[in-house]
């Protein structure tokens, strides 16, 4: 199974601050039509998951503009431009490249500083 | 709007079996697969399995293989997952989700409200 490693495993940003998240994983995750299957999930406290960025960079309908997605083959990074009092929670990436299983990150968990 | 709406909690001794049900709606539920993810007590993420809404196409975790089995009912919407023979490291909250389009790369764009199984003697 493709390993997922994320770092840092928790970070406490300032309010309007930026904020990363890198996402690493043990194969390239190109697939053979050329697509990375990379996504990220946001868990808030005592919620389900939802996802908010998929093939990489692509935002969910509502999400907002603050957060971007980068990368291809084993590197992959969340970017949020100024983190707000509602992005506490818990970050996610996964893998669908190599499926199955697909396989996600340990997480890495955000507060406010 | 799409909701994915899974049953209550439960509680179980080790060795017995629990079916977790997941029914759809806001959707063409035919349209699109469902996969199972779970979540140990302040744990990460892990998938336990996929199948088509039709059931013809099925995958499981090779951790959970010969235990663990689902179904669907189209005529009702519902997707069920079935895990037998539980240990109390099965204890966790499992959700179902929606795979996206193929735009989306099938990742899940919707999850249900997840079920707590809690097993214990």
């Known amino acids: 199974d493709v390993v997922m490693t994320q770092s840092p495993l928790s970070l406490a940003v300032t309010l309007g601050q930026p904020a990363s998240i890198s996402c690493r994983s043990s194969?390239?995750?190109?697939?053979?039509?050329?697509?990375?299957?990379l996504h990220w999930f946001q868990q808030r406290p005592g919620q389900s998951p939802r996802r908010l960025l998929y093939?990489?960079?692509k935002r969910d309908s509502g999400v907002p503009d603050r957060f971007s997605g980068s990368g291809s083959g084993t590197d992959f990074t969340l970017k949020i431009s100024r983190v707000e009092a509602e992005d506490v929670g818990i970050y996610y990436c996964?893998?669908?490249?190599?499926?199955?299983?697909?396989?996600f990150g340990q997480g890495t968990k955000l507060e406010i500083k | 709007q799409v909701q994915l709406t899974q049953s209550g909690p439960e509680v179980k001794k080790p060795g017995a079996s629990v079916k977790v049900s997941c029914k759809a709606s806001g959707y063409t539920f035919t349209d699109h697969g469902v996969t199972w993810v779970r979540q140990a007590p302040g744990q990460g993420l892990e998938w336990v399995g996929w199948?088509?809404?039709?059931?013809?196409?099925?995958k499981y975790s090779q951790k959970l293989q010969g235990r663990v089995t689902m179904t669907t009912d189209t005529s009702t919407s519902t997707a069920y997952m079935e895990l037998r023979s539980l240990r109390s490291d099965d204890t966790a909250v499992y959700y179902c989700?929606?795979?996206?389009?193929?735009?989306?790369?099938?990742?899940?764009?919707?999850w249900g409200q997840g079920t707590l199984v809690t097993v214990s003697s």
């Open positions: 194969q390239s995750l190109v697939y053979s039509d050329g697509n990375n299957y």
């Open positions: 199948t088509t809404a039709y059931n013809d196409n099925i």
């Open positions: 989700t929606r795979g996206g389009s193929p735009s989306e790369g099938y990742s899940y764009d919707y």
């Open positions: 996964m893998q669908g490249t190599h499926w199955p299983p697909d396989t």
């Open positions: 093939m990489v960079s």
